[in-house]
């Protein structure tokens, strides 16, 4: 579902691929970001992905059901990364990976802009870091 917020109360669906809702002017490195994100999409054992920045926002997850499930998995992963890493004396957290019984959540932050990977515990994360940083 791709949707275009106009106004704080009128939103349009235009197009049932990927649940997007957009606020604002787009940047673009968001814009280059949902490029590659929509390439990785496309590998083996990747369950979907979640961007957003301070304006936009992108969904794209296998399940539907389990959208904000997992939008709340994401925000709980960025936020935890930022209180936990100054008790380990880290400077800023580029990126955090969480592995479950059978899900692996990949988080990262690139400027403004906020991403999160959701793939299978078997699937290859390394590739998809390089990926995104080049």
């Not at 939103?11 to 994100?37: H, K, R, Y």
């Not at 990747?46 to 904000?68: F, M, P």
């Not at 019984?101 to 390394?126: P, W």
Request: one cysteine or more; proline letters at 1%.
């Amino acid at each position: 579902m791709l949707m275009k917020q106009q106004s704080a109360a009128e939103t349009q669906c235009l197009s049932d691929s990927a649940p997007t809702i957009t606020v604002g002017i787009g940047n673009s490195v968001f814009t280059n970001l949902a490029g590659t994100l929509s390439e990785i999409r496309k590998l083996k054992g990747v369950l979907g992905y979640i961007l957003r920045s301070k304006t936009a926002a992108i969904i794209d997850l296998t399940q539907r059901e389990v959208v904000v499930e997992y939008a709340m998995l994401s925000s709980q992963i960025h936020d935890c990364s930022r209180i936990v890493a100054p008790q380990f004396n880290l400077a800023d957290v580029e990126s955090s990976l969480v592995e479950g019984k059978t899900l692996k959540v990949l988080c990262m932050d690139i400027g403004e802009n906020r991403i999160s990977v959701f793939m299978d515990k078997t699937c290859a994360h390394a590739w998809i870091v390089k990926r995104i940083l080049l």
